[in-house]
């Protein structure tokens, strides 16, 4: 049966991935005065004069919110919030399931910067942490600036971060077994919304020797004009060179290429015209902008790419996880950069060096022994960056 027909009809058995369970036996009585009236009254009041106790005597201390508006999903685009429940309520099972952390998809009927803003900072008081998801360009930025000014706690796009953190992990492994430094590679990343942004600004935290980054419109250069306010900043910080032309020779010369754009817009020549060892992660799901197969007999060295059925798949599910229960541990105020790079730092380094291979760069997504090495990476940048609150 076709994986798709499978999934569809899996969703109409199951009737929704996620359900609220009771944390206590409420069967007699007493247990109803304890975790109802009256005796709730008390653990209120309680709150009342001390609003951290929120965290010690509620779930909230391990509760993400999952949000969204519908406008940026998986491959989908534009579907809207109705549309966009199953992939939320898909994140918040990945949440329970690899990390014990609670989750729960919130579903938002605008597309308006300033509803949103308003609507998330709102429900703030009863989530640890909010994690945006699959909303467009560049809005995103907008909705998780404000947010991360308006909250106390963690705000976090993992469509920019989660995937920037993961890509970036296996960059630094890929680039051991290619046998290049970071601080001397030019790195390619084609497709300039929230992700490539975000890749881009991750990769210069690394140290790497320089970016060049392609949209629609070609190689982006500072003093050109732009339609996206964010290309004016990411401009100043890339193509140190100032090369100008086509996605063709920003990688003549390169040695690797992201892609978190469209598909089959990488040909067999443009590998070719890389230099040695090239390292391409082709992103675009589900069809990569060149095939791992063909990109291998172009003279690719390593191919990553996002899908499962492939080596190195570059998935967010090695990180997100971690990364909110290690901040979620601590009662971090934010998810930092020195967060982040820890995390990167350690999702590389669950793969031994002497397993280190072309196709063995990133760690297994089931090994759950990734979420536990991020979180403490994590727990531990937040200590040292000051947002720890325990």
Request: aromatic share 6%; proline share 5%; charged share 25%.
């Amino acid at each position: 049966m076709d994986i798709m027909q499978k999934a569809l009809d899996k969703h109409y058995e199951w009737k929704g991935k996620i359900e609220i369970v009771s944390r206590t036996a409420i069967n007699d009585k007493d247990s109803l005065s304890l975790a109802y009236t009256p005796g709730v009254a008390q653990p209120c009041l309680e709150i009342e004069k001390n609003p951290d106790l929120s965290f010690d005597l509620t779930r909230r201390a391990n509760l993400v919110a999952v949000i969204t508006d519908g406008t940026a999903v998986l491959g989908l685009g534009d579907i809207g919030p109705r549309a966009a429940m199953p992939v939320m309520e898909g994140k918040c099972a990945l949440f329970k399931e690899f990390a014990d952390v609670d989750a729960f998809p919130i579903c938002i009927n605008s597309k308006d910067v300033d509803e949103i803003v308003k609507t998330v900072e709102m429900i703030g008081y009863s989530f640890g942490g909010i994690n945006l998801e699959d909303i467009s360009a560049p809005r995103c930025f907008e909705i998780e600036k404000r947010l991360k000014e308006k909250l106390d706690i963690p705000v976090f796009h993992d469509d920019q971060h989660g995937t920037a953190i993961v890509a970036s992990a296996a960059m630094m492994n890929a680039a051991k077994v290619a046998g290049k430094k970071i601080s001397e590679m030019t790195l390619v990343i084609n497709g300039a919304g929230a992700a490539g942004i975000a890749i881009a600004k991750q990769f210069i935290s690394l140290g790497i020797g320089n970016i060049i980054m392609v949209d629609l419109a070609g190689i982006i250069c500072d003093g050109d004009e732009f339609k996206n306010p964010s290309h004016y900043e990411i401009a100043k910080v890339t193509n140190k060179n100032h090369i100008r032309g086509g996605l063709a020779d920003a990688m003549n010369g390169a040695d690797a290429f992201i892609g978190v754009s469209k598909p089959n817009l990488v040909t067999a020549e443009m590998v070719k015209s890389m230099a040695e060892k090239p390292i391409i992660f082709a992103m675009a799901n589900p069809t990569p902008e060149i095939m791992p197969d063909k990109a291998l007999e172009a003279g690719a060295f390593i191919v990553g790419t996002g899908r499962s059925d492939f080596p190195n798949q570059i998935n967010n599910v090695v990180a997100f996880p971690g990364i909110f229960k290690g901040a979620l541990s601590v009662r971090a105020s934010d998810i930092n950069e020195e967060m982040k790079l820890a995390a990167a730092y350690a999702i590389a380094a669950t793969v031994p060096e002497e397993e280190l291979a072309p196709d063995n760069i990133l760690p297994n997504s089931f090994d759950r022994k990734i979420p536990v090495a991020v979180a403490a990476a994590v727990a531990e940048a937040a200590r040292k960056s000051g947002v720890a609150r325990i």
